[in-house]
């Protein structure tokens, strides 16, 4: 019975643990969303860099209006959507989840489900051919 309670205090300690690791903000500030939109747009003139981590003319201007927009109180969601209608979409680095965006995070998935399917289909052939 002393196991079984202390197994369960264990259970609630570890569970506690991880529900309070990962706990985020409520709100992020002004800077950390700047920070988050500027690491989602690519930068329209340097080759694979984000807007935050190019220095070019083109990716100043570009977190200028992103600040510009946080502060008339704009989503992000709203801002991205304005970058990728202005720019193309192309300009996201993290492409949308619904769509045809969606495909780029559905189809590797798919075809990690397919390829571990036909090689346990092929393993259990193997195995029953072999027996």
Same mark, same amino acid.
């Given at each position: 019975?002393?196991?079984?309670?202390?197994? =369960?205090?264990? &259970?609630? $300690?570890?569970?506690?643990?991880?529900? $309070?690791?990962? !706990?985020?903000? $409520?709100?992020? +500030?002004?800077?950390?969303?700047?920070?988050?939109?500027? /690491?989602?747009?690519?930068?329209?003139?340097? !080759?694979? /860099?984000?807007?935050? %981590?190019?220095?070019?003319?083109? *990716?100043? =201007?570009?977190?200028?209006?992103? %600040?510009?927009?946080?502060? =008339?109180? /704009? #989503?992000?969601? %709203?801002? !991205?959507?304005?970058? $990728? /209608?202005?720019?193309?979409?192309?300009?996201?680095? !993290? #492409? #949308?989840?619904?769509?045809?965006?969606?495909?780029?995070?559905?189809? #590797?998935?798919?075809?990690?489900?397919? &390829? *571990?399917?036909?090689?346990?289909? =092929?393993?259990?052939?193997?195995?029953?051919?072999? +027996?």
């Amino acid at each position: 019975m002393r196991l079984k309670l202390s197994y =369960a205090l264990m &259970a609630i $300690a570890l569970a506690t643990a991880l529900f $309070a690791g990962t !706990r985020s903000e $409520a709100t992020p +500030t002004a800077a950390q969303r700047a920070l988050s939109l500027e /690491q989602s747009i690519k930068c329209p003139v340097c !080759r694979g /860099q984000s807007v935050a %981590e190019s220095d070019s003319e083109a *990716s100043k =201007a570009i977190r200028t209006e992103i %600040e510009r927009r946080i502060g =008339a109180g /704009q #989503p992000d969601s %709203e801002i !991205r959507a304005y970058f $990728a /209608q202005t720019l193309g979409d192309d300009i996201l680095l !993290r #492409p #949308p989840a619904s769509g045809w965006g969606g495909l780029v995070w559905v189809l #590797p998935i798919a075809a990690l489900v397919v &390829a *571990s399917a036909g090689i346990g289909y =092929a393993f259990w052939r193997w195995r029953r051919w072999s +027996t």
